[in-house]
């Protein structure tokens, strides 16, 4: 079985693909959105405004979640660079790892209150996501930000 982590937990997932597999550039990024989209879709839910995807978050996202995958390592990375580069007021982060779909990451951090939060805080306005697909399992990275 392959497990989907979460920053403070495990949870038990479908069995993995094959770990040769490499997803197309236009494969990622419907995996990206799809993760941006579900969690608007539970923002709206929830009375929250919709993220906005922006680039300065997305930046950070994309170069911890390359680094995530690449390494084999599963930790979050400081929020200050975040804060100075983006010029923002607020930042958070999650990451989770897994042979899941876009929707069971939203899931799995919905379930986790930690990452609940994140995704819920309404003080959030901004999102970069990064989906890394390496060794059979997503690495995915999501920075949050308000301006």
Known sequence: MTLLALSQGVIMSAPSAQAA????????????????????????????????????????????????????????????????GCRAQRVAENLARGNVSADRIVAAWMASPGHRANVLDGRLTRVGVAAVYRNGQWTVAADFSRP
């Open 21 to 84: 597999y490499s997803p197309s550039a236009a494969t990622v990024a419907a995996y990206e959105a799809r993760v941006i989209w579900r969690m608007n879709v539970v923002r709206v839910a929830y009375h929250r405004g919709r993220l906005a995807p922006a680039a300065c978050p997305d930046t950070y996202a994309e170069r911890w979640g390359a680094y995530l995958a690449r390494t084999g390592r599963f930790y979050h990375q400081s929020m200050y660079p975040i804060l100075a």
